[in-house]
C-alpha cells in the first residue's frame, strides 16, 4: 500500500497465501494466491492461483516470456 501511494507509478505485485494477505493483493496490480492450509481467500482475491510456492518461478518465466514474444510482434508489425 505504502508502494502505491509514494511511487504511483510503479507496477506493483504481492504474493499471499492467507486470509491475512487479501487486503496486499487487492491493493496490488498483480496479485498471486497460493493455495494453503490457511483457506482459499488469498486465492479467490488473486488474479492469478498456484497450487504451491514451487509453481512462483514457472509462472513469472512463462509470463514474461509471453509478453516478450507479444511485444516483438507488435515492434515487428509496426516496422512492416
Not at 41 to 54: E, G, V
Not at 62 to 73: E, K, L, P, Q, S
Amino acid at each position: 500500500v505504502e508502494v502505491r501511494k509514494h511511487f504511483p507509478k510503479v507496477i506493483t505485485g504481492a504474493v499471499g497465501d492467507g486470509a491475512n494477505d487479501v487486503g496486499m493483493i487487492r491493493v496490488a496490480h498483480v496479485g498471486i494466491g497460493i493455495i494453503g492450509r490457511e483457506g482459499r481467500q488469498a486465492m479467490m482475491a488473486s488474479d492469478f492461483a498456484l497450487p504451491s510456492f514451487a509453481q512462483l518461478t514457472t509462472l513469472m518465466l512463462a509470463h514474461g516470456h509471453w509478453c516478450y514474444d507479444r511485444n516483438v510482434r507488435v515492434i515487428v508489425i509496426l516496422m512492416l
